[in-house]
């Protein structure tokens, strides 16, 4: 686990052993573009990329001015650096945080210059500039490249443009709504936990599990219950083609990325041909939205027919009412969730898995929490607090992404401290290394399992007060908000404002609180590495195996 050892020696992984033999499939197993394939195609995009941006005589005149040799030197190296971010990106943040002694940095890369801001205080100036002029969709729009991963989809790089209704639908509805879906989701998880589990190959009697490609199995199978309704959840092709899209999504975008602009109309092409997981997925959800749009009008028009309880009637109910969104629009806009909602839930839950296994001492103090109080959560969707404090600490040493809070420049703008942001710069956070910053957290590297619980609530369970471990000075929970634990973002802007992450928090309590109930798990290589980088995103490595047994 990236905690054991210091940041020097932690991300050395190799992405193309990773990648090596795994195939990007459409549902039915045809069209297979085996990922060695991809990964030599990435790999010779990157070498020709890296010589154009770096050797080309012409930028190096443009931006130098001057051809000297130690200006092409100075040039060269800048480039190079920029590369070593795709490959070490957790390490190159995490030194320029360790030098900057609380300052803004830059860090340079292929194609943005990133400038981190880490005070409370110009976090919050960040937050407080408009978004005409530092925007979170314009970075995503960069970062996911929907044109070519989301079936066309482009959505505007300023926010608002076309009316926010995902927001009201996900942040009023889905969390007023999480009451009846938890205690059905706990019944989901457990009996296609049982199912997939059942499929993984036996060896010497043991049933040994990819963690990664199960988890976001499983996680395809809560969200399109908690978010889509009955029809889609049970719709298999629809399920198969929906968990594909999220891989798509993640090696089409970094693919279009690091492609100059002129080659991406060829690359968009071959990925139509070759990967059209989004079009299956947009095909599928298109009637079920018309139909809803259809109901809608008819209810308008005095018709009884009742709404039904799901993200797709919520979009379509929150969207703007003055220029309606057409069905495309809202299935565009449930691709993005989607993406996002399985993309972050399904690693978060394999790295606590991980951390599970790694930490064996945390397990029965949590089967003693889960024996009391499970039946309750599931009830209410809230409670668990040693479990919230183990999945938060999980998260806090393995997240989703070692920087957040990503505002890409629309206009120029300089920081109050007068850091310059030029067109096209982004503004972001290094949120891994904040949250291993000794001034924010006793024993940074130590996993402890239940810093963040209440002492008060500690004390009640039969935890010897030396295997507690390294306690926050103030209680906090997983979805709580502070600068210092920023996996969920910023602000206005931060994770849904509340319930991406309240329900993110609840589905990953019951994943992990079904699996600590009837299984015991251990890895069948403790030793191995189980996570990959590349830029700034740490992934769960798809080949770490655990052996979950009764
Ligand atoms: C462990 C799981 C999750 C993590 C770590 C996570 C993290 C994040 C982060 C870092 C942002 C950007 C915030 C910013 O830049 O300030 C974000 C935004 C967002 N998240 Fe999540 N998320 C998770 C789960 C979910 C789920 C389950 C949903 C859907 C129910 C969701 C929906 C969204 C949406 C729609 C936004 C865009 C917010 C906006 O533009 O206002 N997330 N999330």
């Known amino acids: 686990a990236p905690v054991a050892s210091s940041h020097k020696t932690l991300f050395s992984s190799s992405v193309w052993t990773e990648l090596d033999g795994i195939s990007i499939d459409d549902s039915e197993g045809k069209n297979r573009f085996p990922m060695y394939w991809y990964g030599a ?81 110009q976090i919050d100036e960040l937050n407080k500039v408009p978004d005409s002029i530092l925007s979170l969709q314009a970075a995503a729009n960069k970062m996911l490249q929907p044109r070519y991963t989301m079936h066309g989809f482009s959505w505007f790089d300023q926010r608002g ?17 999480l009451p009846f879906i938890i205690p059905e989701l706990g019944r989901v998880v457990r009996i296609h936990f049982s199912e997939l589990q059942q499929q993984q190959p036996l060896v010497n009697g043991e049933r040994q599990t990819r963690v990664y490609p199960m988890m976001k199995k499983l996680v395809v199978l809560a969200n399109a219950y908690s978010f889509l309704g009955d029809e889609l959840y049970k719709n298999e092709a629809f399920r198969a083609a929906a968990l594909t899209f999220v891989d798509q999504t993640i090696y089409g975008a970094e693919f279009m990325r690091i492609l100059p602009n002129a080659l991406k109309p060829i690359a968009g092409a071959i990925m139509e041909r070759y990967f059209h997981c989004d079009q299956k997925v947009f095909d599928a959800l298109l009637p079920h939205v018309e139909q809803r749009l259809q109901e809608r ?31 495309q629009r809202v299935v565009w806009e449930i691709l993005a969730i989607w993406f996002g909602s399985v993309h972050s839930l399904s690693i978060t839950a394999s790295n606590a898995i991980f951390n599970l296994c790694q930490h064996p001492e945390y397990v029965a103090p949590l089967r003693a929490e889960l024996d009391s109080d499970y039946a309750d959560f599931l009830g209410t969707g809230d409670g668990l607090p040693l479990l919230d404090s183990f999945l938060k600490e999980s998260a806090r040493l393995s997240p989703v992404e070692t920087m957040s809070t990503r505002r890409a420049a629309l206009k120029p703008y300089t920081f109050s401290d007068g850091t310059q942001l030029g067109e096209g710069d982004w503004a972001v956070t290094p949120v ?26 500690l004390e009640k369970t039969f935890i010897p007060l030396d295997a507690q471990g390294s306690m926050q000075p103030e209680p906090s929970n997983f979805d709580t908000l502070d600068h210092t634990y920023k996996i969920w973002g910023t602000g206005r802007m931060a994770c849904m404002n509340s319930p991406g992450r309240v329900y993110a928090s609840a589905a990953l309590k019951v994943i992990i609180g079904e699996i600590i109930i009837k299984y015991k798990c251990k890895l069948l290589d403790p030793e191995a590495r189980t996570y990959m980088t590349w830029r700034s995103t740490m992934l769960p490595k798809s080949s770490t195996t655990v052996v979950f047994s009764t």
Request: glycine share 6%.
């Open 161 to 177: 443009t076309e009316g926010i209704g995902f927001e009201r639908a996900l942040r009023t509805l889905l969390t007023n709504h």
């Open 297 to 327: 009008d008819m209810r308008k028009k005095g018709s009884d027919i009742p709404v039904r309880n799901d993200c797709i009637e919520w979009i379509i109910e929150t969207s703007p009412k003055k220029n309606p969104w057409s069905a």
């Open 41 to 121: 195609a990435v790999t010779s995009c990157v070498l020709c990329l890296a010589l154009a941006t770096g050797l080309s005589p012409r930028r190096r005149e443009n931006e130098s001015g001057k051809r000297s040799r130690s200006g092409i030197a100075a040039y060269l190296r800048k480039h190079l650096k920029s590369w070593e971010y795709m490959i070490s990106g957790p390490d190159v943040i995490q030194t320029g945080y360790d030098k900057s002694n609380g300052k803004p940095y830059e860090v340079v890369t292929p194609d943005t210059r990133l400038v981190f801001v880490s005070s409370p205080e």
């Open 432 to 457: 891994f290394a904040i949250m291993r910053d000794s001034r924010h957290y006793p024993n940074p590297l130590e996993f402890s399992g239940f810093r963040f619980v209440d002492p008060a609530i």
